[in-house]
């Protein structure tokens, strides 16, 4: 299977040969292995995991689509895509304080759905990091 692991700031793979990727679909977790069947997924934010032998290793993405190719090739678009390890527990933890924050002087529509779009994105991240 060869993973493509690309958003509009940065690739963080291009063409890797890897045994399986497993992403987080909005239908469910997906894992992909050679001869996986052609289709297109939404993806919510998780973690994309990278199986190379007996070492994994984590990408969180914020949201995006992955593209299974029929010839064994994946593409994942993420609209962010950080390694784990680059992640700061506490910014996590401190941004989650500041949305919540901000969640609940919500004066409008528009403040209160970025509002919970943060929220959503960074109690997921959260989640990522246990």
């Known amino acids: 299977l060869a993973i493509n ?3 509009p700031y940065s690739s963080q793979f291009s ?3 890897v045994d399986m990727v497993t992403v987080p679909s909005t239908t469910g977790q997906m894992g992909i292995l050679p ?3 052609a289709s297109i997924s939404e ?4 973690l994309v995991s990278v ?7 984590n990408y969180f993405i914020s949201t995006g689509f992955a593209f299974v ?5 994946a593409d994942v678009i993420a609209v962010e895509a950080v390694p784990i ?3 700061d527990p506490v910014s996590v933890q401190n941004g989650i304080l500041e949305y919540t924050r901000k969640m609940n002087t919500a004066s409008t529509d528009m403040e209160k759905a970025e509002a919970q779009i943060g929220l959503d994105v960074l109690n ?4 990522s990091l246990s």
């Open 85 to 87: 390890e680059h992640v």
């Open 15 to 17: 063409n890797k040969q």
């Open 5 to 7: 692991l690309v958003s």
């Open 35 to 37: 001869g996986h069947l």
């Open 69 to 73: 190719h029929s010839n064994s090739i």
């Open 43 to 46: 993806l919510k934010p998780g």
């Open 51 to 57: 199986h190379e032998g007996s070492e994994v290793t």
């Open 124 to 127: 997921s991240l959260s989640s």
